[in-house]
């Protein structure tokens, strides 16, 4: 599962500047070890500690003692494995969960596959997509969302086709 991604160096004893994508963004710290993931390379480094820096967290890596070594990092995406996630309470889904599901209306009417989803500060939403056709619908247990059955694939949802 993809957690963050290496976005800089931070001084100059080898430590990295990550962007976060848990919540919130120091939770990323919980976890180790991580699997570096730059071009179709993998590289597994053990976390040695790390703190909140403004919107970014800072991190120490085993094995990266410089500036030059953090730097041939940066881009590289931080991956965890599964395993290392807390089990998701009832109605509550990981992203990476819900991302190539079916999705379908009331009537059953195949509205695409999740590509990914959109944090907007009010509510998540589900991009969708069929061909060249993308729908934006939102993440709303009960309402908009009626049910997702991950052993199936599929979410069922209160939406109009032509949306």
């Avoid at 500060?121 to 069929?130: K, S």
Wanted: hydrophobic letters at 40%; one cysteine or more; charged letters at 25%.
């Amino acid at each position: 599962m993809n957690v963050g991604q290496v976005s800089g160096v931070f001084g100059v004893k080898g430590w990295v500047k990550v962007y976060s994508f848990t919540d919130p963004r120091e939770n990323i710290l919980q976890y180790s070890p991580w699997i570096l993931q730059k071009n179709s390379r993998l590289q597994e480094v053990k976390l040695l500690g790390g703190r909140r820096q403004g919107n970014l967290v800072v991190a120490e890596l085993q094995g990266i003692s410089d500036r030059d070594s953090a730097a041939e990092l940066m881009g590289a995406d931080i991956l965890i494995r599964k395993q290392q996630l807390p089990k998701a309470d009832d109605g509550e889904y990981y992203w990476a969960d819900l991302i190539g599901l079916e999705v379908c209306n009331q009537q059953g009417c195949k509205l695409g596959k999740v590509d990914h989803l959109l944090e907007t500060g009010a509510n998540d939403v589900l991009v969708v997509v069929d061909g060249e056709v993308e729908r934006l619908i939102p993440f709303l247990q009960q309402s908009t969302i009626l049910k997702i059955d991950l052993d199936d694939g599929i979410i069922i949802v209160d939406w109009d086709p032509d949306f």
